[in-house]
């Protein structure tokens, strides 16, 4: 007869415990449908709200974790939204939801390459990751493959851009038929010509100069 009771009490606590189970996910799927008719009308405060306490109750819902991050990334808070988009590819059992989300990561790291030049290439290379995790799981997806071969051609296309371009070597200039070649000290020709001619004048000095005789200055 114990046993039987102990039977029975084990077995009221168990309903009671799926009753609640059900009745909670019950609850989240309401809130979580009234939180996307409101992201519908694009009315993202009620959304939030709705996502919000649904994660209360279950921290690790993959789904309000997803929603919550679409209404991050709505506002413009693409950090916050990078950061649980990361949390749903931890949590969540569905492939199609993790691939999205890492399409997602992808496209949040793909628009902030545009904004910031000097970590351009590694904002693409990272993107280029968050697509090929995203088809490993959905190889199927347009939209990724898409991003994926925008997302090389873009970074390659940066590659070129940034290489540094050689310079052309200088070509000798041709020399004109009637052009006789000019002696390499040219541009100092007047002043080799005053030269020419002071040395001119002295020699002929010398030829005209006459050897002195020295004179006797003492008296004895």
């Known amino acids: 007869m114990k046993d039987f009771s102990k039977r029975s009490l084990l077995f009221l606590f168990l309903s009671v415990a ?36 649904i994660l209360r109750q279950n921290p690790q819902n993959p789904y309000a974790l997803f929603n919550m991050a679409d209404v991050y990334l709505t506002k413009g808070d693409a950090v916050m939204a990078d950061s649980l988009f990361e949390q749903v590819t931890r949590f969540s059992s569905s492939a199609g939801l993790k691939a999205r989300a890492y399409h997602n990561r992808g496209v949040i790291r ?26 490993r799981l959905n190889p199927h997806d347009e939209n990724t493959r898409y991003n994926l071969a925008l997302c090389q051609k873009q970074l390659k296309n940066d590659k070129n851009q940034n290489q540094p371009k050689p310079q052309p070597k200088p070509q ?14 040219q ?33 004895w």
Do not use: H
């Open 110 to 135: 793909q628009k902030s390459a545009a904004a910031d030049p000097e970590k351009k290439q590694q904002l693409l290379r990272d993107a280029i990751e968050q697509y090929k995790q995203s088809l």
């Open 187 to 219: 541009k100092n020709q007047p002043y080799y010509n005053l030269v020419r001619q002071a040395e001119a004048q002295t020699l002929e000095k010398l030829k005209k100069a006459q050897p002195r005789q020295r004179q006797q200055g003492k008296n």
């Open 18 to 53: 799926c009753l609640m189970q059900g009745f909670a996910q019950t609850t989240e799927w309401k809130k979580m449908r009234y939180g996307n008719q409101a992201f519908r009308s694009r009315n993202y405060n009620k959304a939030a709200d709705c996502y919000q306490d």
């Open 172 to 185: 000798p200039q041709p020399q004109k038929q009637n052009e006789k070649p000019q002696p390499k000290d």
